[in-house]
């Protein structure tokens, strides 16, 4: 695995590792919440409560009002949260530090990328489409793309499969217990960036790296391939 043509494909998360879209979806859910009579959350609220998905997202923001939602509710909630948020996706949505830079160098250098993102597909390809990405990235498995989402490790063979490559030739990339979860179960190597949206101590994840921005991914990738000493 370790050798000098490793990894042949790179796997981002979106939310937390390429992008900061909290600002966006704290515009959502507090477009929402008033609704139903329910007052605004901060955007640091909402941070805290992102990284599983946007059904999730919603839950713990009624939560923090103190509604527990009942399924019927929390899918007529989610359902409206979807409508609200497809107006969100981009005003406010920011890349973080180094990822239009590293995403240009590896597809300069051919190697595959994809995203794996627990958003649904179709929001995430108008959001890769806005920051121009959509022609670097070879495959694109959201949220609503396979019947399990991450941590399961479905989402990533299925990626490998559209990239025509081995798991085993993948690097997951990642800020959440949800991405290098799904990279183990997988049996992939995983890389962790410092400052998304985890909700444990980053340190605590078991990544095989922790790096603090994306810029410094090439060096980590040449420490993993570096033979033990």
């Known amino acids: 695995m370790n050798g000098h043509d490793w990894p042949k494909a790179i796997l981002f998360d979106l939310d937390g590792t390429l992008i900061d879209s909290v600002p966006d979806i704290a515009a959502a859910v507090n477009e929402l919440l008033p609704l139903y009579g329910l007052d605004a959350l901060s955007v640091d609220q909402v941070r805290t409560m992102v990284g599983e998905g946007v059904r999730k997202l919603v839950e713990r923001a009624f939560a923090a009002g103190n509604v527990a939602l009942d399924k019927g509710e929390l899918d007529e909630r989610h359902e409206r949260m979807m409508t609200i948020y497809g107006k969100h996706l981009t005003g406010r949505t920011e890349l973080l530090h180094g990822a239009e830079r590293i995403l240009a160098d590896y597809h300069r250098e051919g190697?595959?990328?994809?995203?794996?993102?627990?958003?649904?597909?179709g929001f995430s390809r108008t959001i890769l489409d806005h920051f121009g990405f959509s022609g670097m990235?070879?495959?694109v498995v959201g949220g609503d793309t396979c019947p399990d989402r991450k941590p399961e490790p479905g989402m990533l063979y299925h990626t490998a499969a559209l990239l025509g490559v081995n798991k085993d030739d993948c690097l997951m990339v990642g800020d959440s217990?949800?991405?290098i979860e799904a990279?183990?179960?997988?049996?992939?190597k995983s890389v962790v960036v410092r400052g998304g949206y985890s909700r444990i101590p980053i340190d605590?994840?078991?990544?095989?790296?922790?790096?603090d921005t994306l810029a410094e991914l090439p060096a980590a990738i040449a420490a993993m391939k570096a033979p033990a000493a």
Request: net charge negative; hydrophobic share 50%; charged share 25%.
């Open 137 to 139: 990235i070879g495959a």
């Open 177 to 179: 217990p949800a991405d």
């Open 111 to 121: 190697l595959k990328l994809a995203v794996v993102t627990n958003k649904p597909e």
């Open 183 to 188: 990279a183990r179960n997988a049996g992939m």
């Open 204 to 211: 605590e994840l078991g990544a095989d790296t922790v790096i």
